[in-house]
Protein backbone atom coordinates (compact mmCIF):
# COMPACT_ATOMS: atom_id res chain seq x y z
CA UNK A 1 0.00 0.00 0.00
CA UNK A 2 1.57 3.34 -1.33
CA UNK A 3 -0.98 5.97 -0.58
CA UNK A 4 -1.68 8.93 1.61
CA UNK A 5 -5.35 8.90 2.19
CA UNK A 6 -6.37 12.48 3.42
CA UNK A 7 -9.92 13.36 4.15
CA UNK A 8 -11.96 15.18 3.52
CA UNK A 9 -11.23 16.03 0.18
CA UNK A 10 -13.41 19.43 0.83
CA UNK A 11 -13.92 21.51 3.81
CA UNK A 12 -16.13 24.67 4.65
CA UNK A 13 -15.83 26.63 7.61
CA UNK A 14 -16.86 29.61 9.07
CA UNK A 15 -14.34 31.66 11.12
CA UNK A 16 -16.24 30.18 14.62
CA UNK A 17 -15.82 26.88 13.55
CA UNK A 18 -13.83 23.65 15.31
CA UNK A 19 -12.97 21.38 12.43
CA UNK A 20 -9.92 18.80 11.84
CA UNK A 21 -8.33 17.47 9.25
CA UNK A 22 -7.16 13.60 8.72
CA UNK A 23 -3.93 11.56 7.13
CA UNK A 24 -3.17 8.20 7.12
CA UNK A 25 -0.62 6.20 6.02
CA UNK A 26 -0.11 2.52 5.78
CA UNK A 27 3.82 2.23 4.35
CA UNK A 28 5.02 1.83 8.09
CA UNK A 29 6.29 5.67 7.21
CA UNK A 30 7.72 7.29 11.02
CA UNK A 31 8.00 11.12 9.29
CA UNK A 32 4.55 12.91 8.40
CA UNK A 33 4.00 16.33 7.33
CA UNK A 34 1.53 18.74 7.28
CA UNK A 35 2.14 21.64 4.06
CA UNK A 36 -0.30 24.51 3.10
CA UNK A 37 -0.49 25.44 -0.83
CA UNK A 38 -1.82 28.29 -2.00
CA UNK A 39 -3.46 28.92 -5.60
CA UNK A 40 -0.45 29.11 -8.22
CA UNK A 41 2.45 28.52 -5.68
CA UNK A 42 4.48 25.58 -4.09
CA UNK A 43 3.73 23.87 -0.67
CA UNK A 44 5.00 25.44 2.41
CA UNK A 45 6.08 23.40 5.11
CA UNK A 46 3.75 23.86 8.60
CA UNK A 47 5.06 20.69 10.59
CA UNK A 48 7.16 17.78 10.63
CA UNK A 49 6.86 14.34 12.92
CA UNK A 50 9.08 12.40 13.60
CA UNK A 51 8.03 9.17 15.20
CA UNK A 52 4.96 10.41 16.36
CA UNK A 53 6.89 13.73 18.09
CA UNK A 54 6.69 17.07 16.76
CA UNK A 55 10.22 18.10 15.77
CA UNK A 56 9.40 20.97 13.21
CA UNK A 57 6.96 23.96 14.02
CA UNK A 58 7.47 26.40 10.95
CA UNK A 59 6.05 29.44 13.45
CA UNK A 60 2.65 28.61 12.35
CA UNK A 61 0.09 30.06 14.40
CA UNK A 62 -1.68 28.36 17.49
CA UNK A 63 -4.80 28.43 15.53
CA UNK A 64 -3.73 25.60 13.84
CA UNK A 65 -3.10 22.68 16.06
CA UNK A 66 -1.53 19.69 14.82
CA UNK A 67 -1.65 15.56 16.84
CA UNK A 68 -0.06 12.94 15.80
CA UNK A 69 -2.18 9.95 18.03
CA UNK A 70 -0.22 6.86 16.37
CA UNK A 71 2.51 6.43 13.72
CA UNK A 72 -0.11 5.80 11.18
CA UNK A 73 -2.30 9.28 11.62
CA UNK A 74 -2.17 12.44 11.43
CA UNK A 75 -4.41 15.04 12.46
CA UNK A 76 -4.36 19.13 11.75
CA UNK A 77 -7.17 20.84 14.25
CA UNK A 78 -8.40 24.13 13.03
CA UNK A 79 -10.06 26.67 15.23
CA UNK A 80 -10.86 30.37 14.67
CA UNK A 81 -9.44 30.85 10.88
CA UNK A 82 -9.04 33.60 9.25
CA UNK A 83 -9.88 33.88 5.07
CA UNK A 84 -6.42 33.95 4.54
CA UNK A 85 -5.79 30.55 5.94
CA UNK A 86 -7.96 28.97 2.51
CA UNK A 87 -6.03 27.00 0.78
CA UNK A 88 -4.83 23.06 -0.27
CA UNK A 89 -3.31 21.06 2.98
CA UNK A 90 -1.68 18.97 1.56
CA UNK A 91 -0.41 16.04 4.00
CA UNK A 92 2.91 13.81 3.16
CA UNK A 93 4.88 10.60 5.01
CA UNK A 94 8.15 9.33 4.40
CA UNK A 95 10.56 6.82 5.79
CA UNK A 96 13.27 7.84 9.19
CA UNK A 97 16.71 7.35 8.70
CA UNK A 98 20.23 7.09 7.75
CA UNK A 99 20.97 6.06 4.32
CA UNK A 100 24.32 6.01 2.55
CA UNK A 101 22.13 6.12 -0.64
CA UNK A 102 19.19 8.21 0.39
CA UNK A 103 16.01 8.95 -0.97
CA UNK A 104 13.51 8.72 1.94
CA UNK A 105 10.92 10.65 -0.97
CA UNK A 106 7.85 12.08 0.83
CA UNK A 107 4.54 10.48 -0.41
CA UNK A 108 1.80 12.85 -0.71
CA UNK A 109 -1.69 12.54 -0.49
CA UNK A 110 -4.60 14.28 -2.54
CA UNK A 111 -5.21 16.88 -0.15
CA UNK A 112 -7.93 19.08 1.47
CA UNK A 113 -9.50 22.17 -0.33
CA UNK A 114 -10.06 24.04 2.86
CA UNK A 115 -12.31 27.32 2.46
CA UNK A 116 -12.96 29.77 5.73
CA UNK A 117 -15.68 32.14 5.18
CA UNK B 1 20.46 29.38 2.96
CA UNK B 2 19.44 26.67 0.64
CA UNK B 3 17.25 28.01 -2.60
CA UNK B 4 15.38 26.60 -5.82
CA UNK B 5 15.02 28.49 -8.78
CA UNK B 6 12.86 27.55 -11.81
CA UNK B 7 12.91 30.01 -13.83
CA UNK B 8 10.21 29.11 -16.44
CA UNK B 9 6.78 29.47 -15.45
CA UNK B 10 5.17 28.05 -18.39
CA UNK B 11 5.65 25.73 -21.02
CA UNK B 12 4.43 24.37 -24.04
CA UNK B 13 5.52 21.21 -25.65
CA UNK B 14 4.05 19.25 -28.78
CA UNK B 15 2.97 15.47 -27.86
CA UNK B 16 5.71 13.28 -28.18
CA UNK B 17 8.22 15.62 -28.44
CA UNK B 18 11.19 16.04 -25.29
CA UNK B 19 10.85 19.03 -22.94
CA UNK B 20 13.19 20.02 -20.46
CA UNK B 21 11.89 22.07 -17.76
CA UNK B 22 15.23 24.40 -15.20
CA UNK B 23 15.99 23.89 -12.10
CA UNK B 24 18.79 25.74 -10.29
CA UNK B 25 19.60 25.49 -6.66
CA UNK B 26 21.99 27.02 -4.18
CA UNK B 27 23.31 25.22 -0.91
CA UNK B 28 26.55 25.23 1.16
CA UNK B 29 25.58 21.79 2.31
CA UNK B 30 28.21 19.17 0.13
CA UNK B 31 25.22 16.33 1.21
CA UNK B 32 21.76 17.14 -0.50
CA UNK B 33 19.22 15.31 -2.40
CA UNK B 34 17.05 16.82 -5.18
CA UNK B 35 13.31 15.52 -6.11
CA UNK B 36 10.99 16.80 -9.45
CA UNK B 37 7.45 16.38 -8.21
CA UNK B 38 4.40 16.31 -11.19
CA UNK B 39 0.68 18.11 -9.35
CA UNK B 40 -2.30 17.58 -11.79
CA UNK B 41 -4.82 20.09 -11.65
CA UNK B 42 -6.24 17.37 -9.01
CA UNK B 43 -3.68 18.62 -6.42
CA UNK B 44 -1.94 15.68 -5.27
CA UNK B 45 2.01 15.88 -5.35
CA UNK B 46 3.40 13.21 -7.42
CA UNK B 47 7.14 11.82 -6.95
CA UNK B 48 8.73 11.43 -9.93
CA UNK B 49 12.81 11.36 -9.60
CA UNK B 50 15.73 11.96 -6.73
CA UNK B 51 19.04 12.49 -7.13
CA UNK B 52 22.02 12.53 -4.55
CA UNK B 53 24.24 15.09 -4.45
CA UNK B 54 26.80 12.07 -4.55
CA UNK B 55 25.64 10.31 -6.90
CA UNK B 56 27.35 9.76 -9.97
CA UNK B 57 25.15 8.98 -12.62
CA UNK B 58 22.16 10.79 -13.67
CA UNK B 59 19.00 10.00 -12.38
CA UNK B 60 16.50 8.07 -14.97
CA UNK B 61 13.00 6.95 -14.23
CA UNK B 62 11.19 5.61 -17.24
CA UNK B 63 10.10 8.45 -19.27
CA UNK B 64 12.06 11.53 -16.80
CA UNK B 65 15.68 11.72 -16.49
CA UNK B 66 17.13 14.12 -14.68
CA UNK B 67 19.99 16.06 -15.93
CA UNK B 68 22.55 16.63 -12.77
CA UNK B 69 25.21 19.26 -13.29
CA UNK B 70 26.63 19.78 -10.12
CA UNK B 71 29.23 22.22 -10.93
CA UNK B 72 26.45 24.53 -12.08
CA UNK B 73 24.21 23.87 -9.57
CA UNK B 74 21.76 22.96 -11.97
CA UNK B 75 19.29 19.68 -12.00
CA UNK B 76 17.06 19.98 -15.15
CA UNK B 77 14.24 17.35 -15.41
CA UNK B 78 13.55 15.75 -19.10
CA UNK B 79 10.59 14.04 -20.25
CA UNK B 80 10.61 12.45 -23.34
CA UNK B 81 7.87 11.58 -25.35
CA UNK B 82 5.57 13.43 -24.38
CA UNK B 83 2.13 12.56 -23.13
CA UNK B 84 -0.97 14.61 -22.90
CA UNK B 85 -1.50 13.43 -19.30
CA UNK B 86 2.07 15.24 -18.77
CA UNK B 87 0.30 18.50 -18.68
CA UNK B 88 0.76 19.66 -14.53
CA UNK B 89 2.41 21.95 -12.74
CA UNK B 90 6.09 21.16 -12.03
CA UNK B 91 8.20 21.24 -8.84
CA UNK B 92 11.75 21.17 -7.78
CA UNK B 93 12.63 20.17 -4.61
CA UNK B 94 15.84 20.17 -2.51
CA UNK B 95 16.85 18.51 1.15
CA UNK B 96 20.03 19.72 2.69
CA UNK B 97 21.01 16.21 3.53
CA UNK B 98 20.97 12.87 2.25
CA UNK B 99 18.69 11.16 4.94
CA UNK B 100 15.13 11.89 5.72
CA UNK B 101 14.08 12.73 9.63
CA UNK B 102 13.37 14.93 11.80
CA UNK B 103 15.43 17.77 9.11
CA UNK B 104 13.55 16.39 6.29
CA UNK B 105 12.62 19.04 5.48
CA UNK B 106 11.79 20.01 1.41
CA UNK B 107 12.63 23.67 0.16
CA UNK B 108 10.20 23.83 -3.50
CA UNK B 109 11.05 25.91 -6.65
CA UNK B 110 7.70 28.20 -7.52
CA UNK B 111 7.32 25.77 -9.77
CA UNK B 112 6.73 25.04 -14.12
CA UNK B 113 3.14 24.97 -15.87
CA UNK B 114 3.57 22.51 -18.59
CA UNK B 115 0.96 22.38 -21.37
CA UNK B 116 1.54 19.04 -23.60
CA UNK B 117 -0.80 20.26 -27.06
CA UNK B 118 -1.81 17.59 -29.40
Known amino acids: DTEVTQTPKHLVMGMTNKKSLKCEQH?????MYWYKQKAKKPPELMFV???????INESVPSRFSPECPNSSLLNLHLHALQPEDSALYLC????????????????FGPGTRLTVL | AQKITQTQPGMFVQEKEAVTLDCTYDTSDPSYGLFWYKQPSSGEMIFLIYQGSYDQQNATEGRYSLNFQKARKSANLVISASQLGDSAMYFC???????????????FGTGTLLAVQP
Open chain 1, 27 to 31: MGHRA
Open chain 1, 92 to 107: ASSQVGRRLAGDNEQF
Open chain 2, 93 to 107: AMREGLYGGATNKLI
Open chain 1, 49 to 55: YSYEKLS
